[in-house]
């Protein structure tokens, strides 16, 4: 069975950080690019960031830019979103997801297997 399992959500003031965490369970995510995308009430959801399989190159969405980053340790078959001076609109749950085509976007429809997500919530 294939298997993402988010962890490190929690509530947090404006500014503060967050590290999040996305482990593989059945097969290993070498392979595979991995996205961040985020889910707030009311709302689609939306690409957050994006990392190839090895690590080399990394996408962000607009609105996380120089705040966010991701990064990855194929040994330990985790990816990782640390997630610095964060602001309200930021509240969501974020999901990790594995595109085994690495597309390099942030477009839900890429992305084969996904994770049950963990809540932020930055409050006001």
């Known amino acids: 069975q294939l298997q993402l399992v988010e962890s490190g959500g929690g509530l947090v003031q404006p500014g503060g950080s967050l590290r999040l965490s996305c482990a593989a369970s059945?097969?290993?995510?070498?392979?595979?690019?991995i996205g961040w995308f985020r889910q707030a009430p009311g709302k689609e959801r939306e690409g957050v960031s994006c990392?190839?399989?090895?690590?080399?190159?990394?996408v962000y969405a607009d609105s996380v830019r120089g705040r966010f980053t991701i990064s990855r340790d194929n040994a330990k078959n985790t990816v990782y979103l640390q997630m610095n001076s964060l602001k309200p609109e930021d509240t969501a749950v974020y999901y990790c997801?594995?595109?085994?085509?690495?597309?390099?976007?942030?477009?839900?429809?890429?992305?084969?297997?996904w994770g049950q997500g963990t809540q932020v919530t930055v409050s006001s």
């Open positions: 990392i190839s399989s090895s690590g080399g190159s990394t």
């Open positions: 059945g097969f290993t995510l070498d392979s595979y690019a």
């Open positions: 997801a594995a595109d085994p085509r690495q597309t390099g976007l942030l477009a839900a429809r890429f992305y084969d297997y």
